[in-house]
């Protein structure tokens, strides 16, 4: 992969190989300025890489099962717990900062703006 | 489509937030397979999967809605890969992409790309209408295929096959565009 200004055959295969075993960035960082282009101006590579996917799915997906779902599904859980109490302490903050402008205006209080200070001095 | 996932699914899309997370454990264990499955296409790296459906599940959570009226399998599938998966597969490389050669539109379509023909079809669809594809190639080109899902590298193919890298690189590049002709003719007749 560390040729330069590859051929569109070879770009495809060098792709299908990153997405076999899995270095896909690695392969994105190896594009030129000129592979860069060719990519995006040739049909037959985007046509290709459809197959190449489904070669990976039918070829390779199956090792990416995990035994252990229950494992997983604690990952899932903890995820799900940070968000709802992210979410939670937000949405505290909003009422919290409601409540106290709320509070001001119930002590009977007037905000006044400078130029109304500066007035009142006058 | 199973009661258990049918039931999970009723659940997840209850407007009560505890209820959501009960639902989610039958929901992970009736769909984790063939989620993992088809998240590996496209990353090709376990641990990155597992990373990324991770975030799925808690989005599929946080809002559920485009999960209302799923009646079959396959568009829980498709559903679930427009409107989560391919958020988060785009969102993996995003941060990279200001060293790329590679223009935005180029690096989404090819780590999160729209649903092709076949992307859509059954894991044992795919593998019939695969194998009986590659059955009509060459016999070199098919040789080809076969060692290189079999793991091997472009040097030990070359090897095998008594050739140059670059002519095995040739080889399945020629190989997979028959392969999409092929299997686009036989979805067609299908």
């Known amino acids: 992969m560390s040729d330069t200004n590859r051929e569109i055959q070879e770009l495809l295969v060098d792709y299908a190989g990153a997405l076999r075993d899995g270095y896909i960035p690695s392969f994105l960082k190896s594009l030129t300025r000129e592979e860069g282009k060719l990519i995006s101006s040739s049909g037959q590579f985007w046509d290709a890489t459809e197959i190449v996917r489904i070669l990976n799915g039918v070829g390779f997906a199956d090792k990416a099962v995990t035994a252990d779902v229950g494992l997983f599904m604690s990952r899932v859980d903890a995820n799900i717990v940070s968000r709802s109490k992210k979410a939670r302490a937000s949405s505290q903050r909003k009422h919290s900062g409601r409540f106290t402008s709320q509070k001001r205006n119930n002590r009977g209080t007037k905000s006044t703006t400078k130029t109304e200070k500066t007035e009142k001095q006058i | ?190």
């Open chain 2, 1 to 190: 489509m199973d009661r258990r996932l049918q039931n999970a699914l009723k659940g997840l899309t209850s407007c009560d937030i505890e209820q959501r997370r009960r639902a989610m454990d039958p929901f992970v264990r009736a769909t984790f397979e063939s989620f993992i499955r088809y998240l590996y296409r496209y990353l090709g790296n376990e641990t990155e999967c597992e990373d990324i459906l991770e975030d799925v599940y808690a989005d599929i959570w946080e809002n559920p809605e485009y999960l209302n009226n799923i009646v079959s399998q396959r568009q829980l599938l498709k559903t679930v890969y427009m409107y989560y998966m391919r958020r988060r597969l785009r969102q993996v490389y995003r941060r990279i992409n200001r060293h790329l050669n590679l223009s935005q539109n180029n690096l989404t379509n090819l780590v999160g790309p729209e649903l092709g023909v076949f992307e859509m079809m059954s894991q044992s669809e795919l593998k019939m209408t695969l194998h009986k594809a590659i059955r009509k190639l060459k016999s070199r080109e098919q040789r080809a295929i076969e060692l290189w899902m079999e793991g091997m590298s472009n040097r030990t193919v070359a090897n095998e096959l008594k050739t140059t890298v670059g002519a095995v690189k040739m080889l399945k590049f020629r190989a997979i565009l028959k392969l999409k002709k092929l299997m686009q003719e036989f979805y067609q007749a299908e």
